[in-house]
T-cell receptor
């Protein structure tokens, strides 16, 4: 039990489907993040939420839509994805947003395949 | 611009031997934090060790130690007495004072421990 839970663990979806990834943290953290991890590439930061407010959107295509209804939950809504969007999507949380010594706690990720 | 570089895509080490994974970083900000994460095949990112830019001593956590050479801007991870369970991807990451807390990751090094 890592404290950050992501569901589903695996997802296969067609390009016309709509699906959502869910992330839940039970650590009392006040910041949450979505990362994309493609093969042979560094982790790419997609979105940052601090105190339920989006503070960063790293030029992510609009087919990815985040939602943070409260400090414990983070969603990533997906629609009309492309095959190149296939990747491992990692959620993370941290306490003390902006504090250098605060690392992130990651979930196990959702492995997404777009067909 | 901030950047993390890991130049070793893959490394092999014999069980019970020590191994060093390289990491260099680039930032003009004097305040930063350096992290190492382990990612087994399950996908979860596991925090290993942290080094702050103002820390006088190299960080150690059990079998993990960080060889911090500030002038060279390097933060190599040393794993002593390698175990088969150490086989995984290892990521170096940096958090800088003026970046609002986001972690920047290197490309990763895949470590394989041979029996």
């Amino acid at each position: 039990e890592t404290g950050v839970t992501q569901t589903p663990r695996h997802l296969v979806m067609g390009m016309t489907n709509k699906k959502s990834l869910k992330c839940e943290q039970h650590l009392g953290h006040n910041a949450m993040y979505w990362y994309k991890q493609s093969a042979k590439k560094p982790l790419e930061l997609m979105f940052v939420y601090s105190l339920e407010e989006r503070v960063e959107n790293n030029s992510v295509p609009s087919r990815f839509s985040p939602e943070c209804p409260n400090s414990s939950h983070l969603f990533l809504h997906l629609h009309t994805l492309q095959p190149e969007d296939s990747a491992l999507y990692l959620c993370a949380s941290s306490q003390g947003f902006g504090g250098l010594g605060y690392g992130y706690t990651f979930g196990s990720g959702t492995r997404l395949t777009v067909v | 611009a901030q950047k993390i570089t890991q130049t070793q895509p893959g490394m092999f080490v014999q069980e019970k031997e020590a191994v060093t994974l390289d990491c260099t970083y680039d930032t003009s900000d004097p305040s930063y934090g350096l992290f190492w994460y382990k990612q087994p095949s399950s996908g979860e990112m596991i925090f290993l060790i942290y080094q702050g830019s103002y820390d006088q001593q190299n960080a150690t956590e059990g079998r993990y130690s960080l060889n911090f050479q500030k002038a060279r801007k390097s933060a190599n991870l040393v794993i002593s007495a390698s175990q088969l369970g150490d086989s995984a991807m290892y990521f170096c990451a940096m958090r800088v004072g003026n970046q609002g807390g986001k972690l920047i990751f290197g490309q990763g090094t895949e470590l394989s421990v041979k029996p």
